[in-house]
């Protein structure tokens, strides 16, 4: 399987998280239940924002987009790896690689801009409550949404074309549990330089331009927050940024640490791991994090199973 041979290649083997075939098993159970809270989370998410007319708001109108986000990010993933480890043979075809890739790309890069996205939403309610209305109007909404997606679309084809015009001739066993371009590009039979600037340069776009854009918010929210009199209106604020914030700092983290190193065809070896927050966690997490505390959520929860 991993003879050099002079033709491309049609199909890839995946090494996936570990080689033991007990820990696959514990590993089967364990991402079976996070797949199974992350549908679960995320399309009730959707169905309660959709369904309760006390939460079409710009900030649930974004949030409902995160979900179904997170929903199809983590379809894209999760899935195949869990058939991977319950065979033997863990192939995926250079086609459904591709798709995989892109399919991912897009779902990663859309969250990233959301993500942003979601906390200029919450600066202009903390920091221009009078002007809020007027300022995140049903269009700009619509705007910011179509934006985010187009962004996620063009980044993720720049990257999978960058890493797919390669030829890769030689080995076919990736050292990971998807198709991911870091992982790939370690197996590509040219010179891959391009291919990484061209990630790295889709990176600050993607992923500094929406930390900063985060960053600039949550500093002018705290500053505001700070000159609010009333310790209830502190605590709500900050209940409902502090939330944003932890999600912010799991996938950025992660992603960052992935995607913004010089080479990361070198260090793409140990990424595996760290790839499991940004494409498998945050997708859980968000539903739980935005809902948990969240009194909106919980009564239109309550609204829609008392019908």
Not at 8 to 23: A, C, K, P, V, Y
Not at 37 to 43: A, D, Q, R
Not at 206 to 234: D, E
Not at 279 to 301: C, G, H, Q, W
Request: charged share 15%; proline share 3%.
């Amino acid at each position: 399987m991993g003879k050099e041979n002079h033709t491309n290649l049609t199909e890839f083997i995946l090494l996936g998280l570990s080689s033991d075939r007990q820990m696959q098993i514990l590993l089967f159970v364990v991402f079976l239940i996070i797949y199974l809270l992350t549908v679960f989370g995320n399309l009730l998410i959707v169905l309660l924002i959709h369904a309760d007319s006390g939460l079409h708001t710009p900030m649930y109108f974004f949030l409902k987009n995160l979900s179904f986000t997170d929903l199809c990010f983590s379809t894209t993933i999760v899935p195949r790896m869990l058939l991977h480890f319950m065979v033997m043979k863990k192939t995926i075809s250079f086609a459904g690689c591709s798709i995989q890739m892109f399919f991912f790309l897009t779902m990663g890069c859309t969250e990233s801009s959301l993500l942003a996205v979601m906390a200029y939403d919450r600066f202009v309610a903390v920091c221009k409550p009078l002007h809020y209305s007027t300022i995140m109007t049903q269009r700009v909404c619509n705007l910011l949404a179509t934006g985010s997606w187009t962004s996620g679309v063009l980044v993720s084809l720049v990257d999978t074309t960058f890493t797919l015009r390669l030829p890769y001739q030689g080995s076919n066993v990736i050292n990971h549990y998807f198709c991911e371009p870091p992982a790939l590009l370690m197996l590509a039979s040219e010179e891959t330089y391009e291919a990484e600037m061209a990630i790295f340069v889709m990176g600050i776009v993607i992923l500094l331009g929406p930390v900063s854009l985060i960053l600039f918010s949550y500093w002018n929210i705290i500053s505001a927050v700070i000159q609010i009199r009333s310790g209830n209106g502190r605590l709500k604020v900050f209940s409902t940024c502090g939330s944003h914030f932890i999600v912010v700092i799991f996938f950025y983290g992660s992603t960052i640490f992935t995607y913004m190193q010089p080479n990361a065809k070198k260090v793409a070896k140990g990424n595996k791991v760290i790839s499991v927050f940004y494409s498998v966690m945050t997708s859980m997490m968000n539903p739980f994090i935005y809902s948990l505390r969240n009194k909106d959520v919980k009564e239109a929860f309550r609204k829609v199973f008392k019908r």
